[in-house]
C-alpha cells in the first residue's frame, strides 16, 4: 500500500497557475502507474494526466493538454501537477493515485491507493 498526500490546492483567478504536489511513501513507484485525478462539483472523478513511472510515459486529458504539466521526483518519490491559464471549469478536487498493477489506466478504477484530495477553486 502506498500511502499519498497532496498540497497546493488553493482559490484563484483565471489566468493563474498553481502546482500541486504529491509525496508517496510506503513503496518505491517504479511498478506503478501514478496518476492525477479531478472531481469536478456535483460531476463523477475524472482523469487528468498519469505517468508510467519506470518508463516516463505521461498521458493527459485532452481538457488539460498545454496547460497542465506532470513531472517528478524519484528521489523524492513525489509527484507534480503543474496547472497554468487556469479556466473556471478546472475547479475540482485534485486526487492523486497509485496503480500497482502499471495499467496506464485512465480510469479512477485502476487506481488502488488515493489521497485524500486538494481543493483547487478557480474563479471568473
Known amino acids: 500500500q502506498v500511502k499519498l498526500v497532496e498540497s497546493g490546492g488553493g482559490l484563484v483567478q483565471a489566468g493563474d497557475s498553481l502546482r500541486l504536489s504529491c509525496g508517496a511513501s510506503g513503496r518505491t513507484l517504479n511498478n506503478y502507474s501514478m496518476g492525477w485525478f479531478r472531481q469536478p462539483p456535483g460531476k463523477a472523478r475524472e482523469f487528468v494526466a498519469i505517468?508510467?513511472?519506470?518508463?516516463?510515459?505521461?498521458y493527459y486529458a485532452d481538457s488539460v493538454k498545454g496547460r497542465f504539466t506532470l513531472s517528478r521526483d524519484n528521489a523524492q518519490n513525489t509527484m507534480y501537477l503543474q496547472m497554468n491559464s487556469l479556466k473556471p471549469e478546472d475547479t475540482a478536487i485534485y486526487f492523486c493515485a497509485a496503480d500497482p498493477y502499471n495499467s496506464d489506466g485512465f480510469t479512477p478504477s485502476y487506481y488502488v491507493d488515493w489521497g485524500q484530495g486538494t481543493q483547487v477553486a478557480v474563479s471568473s
Open positions: 505517468i508510467n513511472w519506470s518508463r516516463g510515459t505521461i
